[in-house]
């Protein structure tokens, strides 16, 4: 079942990057009874921006199964979620693990939850550096990150704290880019670490809010899906909809369920680690993310 659910998500990942490339038009794609060696051809064109955005996924999985091991947890390995390809999506719903064992105390479960963001941003870091490399200037003179599709359509991409610095440091002072694929991948590993590290509910930000605050978890998460929700009516309608996947994902409970020994005190020196996961939430969060 692994296997086979990578190798779906690998073809749509693909075929997302194919369109996102201009390889393959938006048609043609939705077109399988069409598709042929020209097809294939223009697919494989896609894997620069899959194999990157998919090893950033597998490395975030990857380290929520190492140190759940660490542990002696009963944990499963990757799970990939495929999905519809560009420009509906982006060929894939992320990825996850089953945790089968009740956590022991609440280092336990910072530990592990913090684990994923920071594998999957050191695997992204560079991934989006070499992508902004390979860009190319706006020709319009537009400023900040476009993504062209095939049919003329554009994607116009937000930046966070991290993209923003790394675009500068990668290409200067150039005020626009047309992004090429693997840059798309980056960018995208930034925003699923950012989304990840949201804190509330059964995220990897709410297992570190847990850990960190067992006392006022609940209402710190249920705040700040208010504030998500707002940001999402005023600023970018994409988070509307993620603040009400992760309502329905949860069945409505944006707080935690305790671990075994929930009042065992967090140990000092795992309070760096909670501060640091907040430090990395707020250089990947993208206030406004895609948009025509």
């Known amino acids: 079942m692994h296997a086979l659910l990578f190798a779906v998500t690998l073809f749509t990942a693909t075929l997302s990057g194919a369109v996102l490339s201009g390889a393959v038009s938006v048609h043609f794609a939705f077109a399988v009874r069409h598709w042929g060696a020209a097809f294939l051809h223009g697919w494989s064109g896609g894997l620069s921006f899959s194999l990157p955005f998919l090893a950033i996924l597998l490395c975030h999985e990857l380290g929520h199964y190492v140190t759940a091991r660490r542990y002696h947890l009963d944990v499963s390995p990757p799970y990939f979620i495929p999905g519809p390809p560009a420009p509906v999506g982006i060929g894939t719903l992320g990825a996850f693990i089953r945790l089968r064992t009740i956590l022991t105390d609440r280092r336990q479960l910072l530990d592990v939850g913090a684990a994923g963001p920071f594998a999957g941003f050191l695997v ?87 850990a960190a605050l067992p006392r006022r978890h609940e209402w710190l998460g249920r705040g700040f899906w208010v504030a998500i929700m707002l940001l999402g009516w005023f600023f970018w309608s994409g988070w509307l909809v993620w603040g009400v996947l992760v309502l329905v994902l949860s069945r409505g409970r944006l707080g935690h369920p305790p671990v075994l020994d929930a009042y065992r005190p967090l140990p000092p020196s795992r309070r760096w680690l909670a501060w640091a996961s907040l430090a990395l939430f707020l250089a990947t969060f993208t206030p406004m993310g895609i948009g025509p």
């Open 124 to 210: 992204a870091l560079p991934v989006l550096w070499i992508g902004f490399v390979l860009s190319r200037p706006t020709e319009s003179g537009a400023s900040g990150m476009e993504v062209w599709l095939p049919d003329g359509a554009a994607w116009h991409i937000g930046d966070s704290i991290v993209t923003h610095v790394v675009r500068r440091l990668a290409v200067g002072d150039t005020p626009g880019l047309v992004l090429h694929p693997t840059a798309i991948a980056g960018w995208f590993g930034m925003f699923v670490t950012a989304l990840n590290l949201l804190p509330m509910a059964q995220l990897d930000g709410g297992h570190i809010l847990y």
